[in-house]
Every structure is written in structure tokens, then in C-alpha cells.
């Protein structure tokens, strides 16, 4: 009895880790922002999933950016409400992290599939390495971008 008990729990564990996980881009998905083929670039995917188990990718923060601050203007009939969890490849680990969570670093000398980027980080600690190590402008959390941010690092204004 207790293996059976403990065979369910594990199940389910395993269940919840992997429903908590984003998907994988498949071959052909394709940032909805850009239009850039999503999977090439691994190492930067972001990921926004929703209620319905949808999810878009994006190849890097700042495209998942661009499209969090106006879902509509690239995919009609989706808005922030639907969204339940955005994910992000922190830079040292590549591992996906919660978006909400990361700290961002921009300006500085590591660019992206689409440029300058917001350089996703795991922690503080991680954010105040890449920024020195990486000569970085700046260091923000997810609520401090904006919208004119992501325009502005595409003119290499930090």
C-alpha cells in the first residue's frame, strides 16, 4: 500500500513539475513580433502561455516584451488577461525561469538574435555579475520595462 501511495505521489509531482514548465518551440514556430523562426535560437527563447494551454515563443526578451505591452497589434484576439504564465531563458544557467522573477540587463556587450537585448537573469546576485563582467548599462526587473524601452534598445539606446 505504501508503494502504491507513494507511486501516486510521485506521478503527480511529476505532473505539476511538467505542467509548470513552458513548451519547447517546435521547427516552425515563429516569433509572432518579428517573424524570426523561434527554435534556432534556443538559448534566448521566451514564452507567453495561456489559459487555454496556448503558447506563443519569441526569440528573446524583447520581442516577448514588444508583444506583452500590445498582444493585439500582433496577434488579434489575444490580450494580458489571457496570459497566465511568461517564461524567460535565464543567461548563465539557460534555464526557463518566470519572467516575472528575472532580472533584466541592458546595454551591454552580448547581443541577441534581434540585437541588443533584455538579458534575462535568475537572481540579483547573477544580474550584478553579468553587468560588470558584461559592461551593462543597466539592471531592471520586469515591472520597470516599458514599452519605449523596447524601441529604444532597438536604436541602441539604453
Request: hydrophobic share 45%.
Amino acid at each position: 500500500m505504501k508503494r502504491i501511495f507513494g507511486a501516486i505521489l510521485l506521478s503527480l509531482w511529476a505532473a505539476v513539475a511538467v505542467a509548470q514548465m513552458p513548451p519547447k518551440p517546435g521547427p516552425k514556430d515563429t516569433c509572432p513580433v518579428c517573424g524570426m523562426l523561434v527554435s534556432k535560437y534556443p538559448n534566448w527563447v521566451a514564452t507567453i502561455v495561456y489559459k487555454d494551454g496556448h503558447a506563443h515563443h519569441f526569440d528573446g526578451a524583447k520581442d516577448m516584451f514588444k508583444f506583452w505591452f500590445d498582444p493585439p497589434k500582433y496577434v488579434a484576439g489575444h490580450s494580458q488577461k489571457m496570459i497566465t504564465a511568461i517564461w524567460v531563458t535565464e543567461y548563465y544557467g539557460l534555464r526557463k525561469i518566470d519572467a516575472r522573477k528575472a532580472w533584466y540587463v541592458i546595454g551591454s556587450d552580448v547581443l541577441g538574435p534581434m540585437g541588443h537585448e533584455f538579458v534575462p537573469l535568475a537572481n540579483q546576485a547573477d544580474a550584478d555579475d553579468f553587468l560588470r563582467e558584461h559592461k551593462g548599462k543597466r539592471m531592471l526587473r520586469f515591472d520597470e520595462v516599458s514599452a519605449a524601452m523596447t524601441l529604444d534598445l532597438d536604436e541602441g539606446r539604453f
